[in-house]
């Protein structure tokens, strides 16, 4: 099984909310991924947990606050976002330091208004 | 230069003919290439990895790597309209490092 969840589907939001997307996986992965892509571009990389702990940052604006609550479970908590942020966000796991297959999810549609 | 090059396409190739996809790298230390399908709307799904030179065939599907001259292929053979979709080559890049670099992309479309 090589699924990974993701709620919601789709989320609009104004430019003062506060929401955070999830991410589940139950395949024992120890990396987790937040990606997000625009439109006929290529998936961009946000951040990366290794082993429940951040280990990559693109330099993301502090409107995207991730968190890994435990093995299986990513967050990505918005605030403040702009209407450039609306895009497809995508979480995907692999196993860490092994073979580095990542596997996506259906990914989350944001709209910000 | 970009570290990770595609053909943005679009390459239109008769069903039941053989599709080739290329791809080429820039960093000549990267470990692993992975091939991903993306459907309009959709998320990128992983159909190969490969890691070795050489050839590694799955089904319909085939990669290729050569890093000496630094690129990766797919091909897909007899192409079915399914097959239209958008392909990202991937390549991890540092060893011991869990960042992918994307290519842009590749436009498929297998034409009934």
């Known amino acids: 099984d090589t699924e990974v969840t993701q709620t919601p589907k789709h989320l609009v939001m104004g430019m003062t909310n506060k929401k955070s997307l999830k991410c589940e996986q139950h395949?024992?992965?120890?990396?987790m991924y937040w990606y997000k892509q625009k439109a006929k571009k290529p998936p961009e990389l946000m951040f990366v947990y290794s082993y429940e702990k951040l280990s990559i940052n693109e330099s993301v604006p502090s409107r995207f606050s991730p968190e890994c609550p435990n093995s299986s479970l990513l967050n990505l908590h918005l605030h403040a976002l702009q209407p450039e942020d609306s895009a497809l966000y995508l979480c995907?796991?692999?196993?860490?330091?092994?073979?580095?297959?990542?596997?996506f999810g259906p990914g989350t549609r944001l709209t910000v208004t | 230069q970009k570290e990770v090059e595609q053909n943005s396409g679009p390459l239109s190739v008769p069903e039941g003919a053989i599709a080739s996809l290329n791809c080429t790298y820039s960093?000549?230390?990267?470990?692993?290439f992975f091939w991903y399908r993306q459907y309009s709307g959709k998320s990128p799904e992983l159909i190969m990895s490969?890691?070795?030179?050489g050839d590694k065939e799955d089904g319909r599907f085939t990669a290729q790597l050569n890093k000496a001259s630094q690129y990766v292929s797919l091909l897909i053979r007899d192409s079915q309209p399914s097959d239209s979709a958008t392909y990202l080559c991937a390549v991890r890049t540092n060893f011991g490092n869990e960042k992918l670099t994307f290519g842009t992309g590749t436009r498929l479309t297998i034409i009934p």
């Open positions: 490969i890691y070795s030179n």
């Open positions: 395949m024992g992965h120890r990396a």
């Open positions: 995907a796991s692999s196993q860490a330091r092994i073979d580095y297959e990542q596997y």
């Open positions: 960093d000549r230390g990267s470990q692993s």
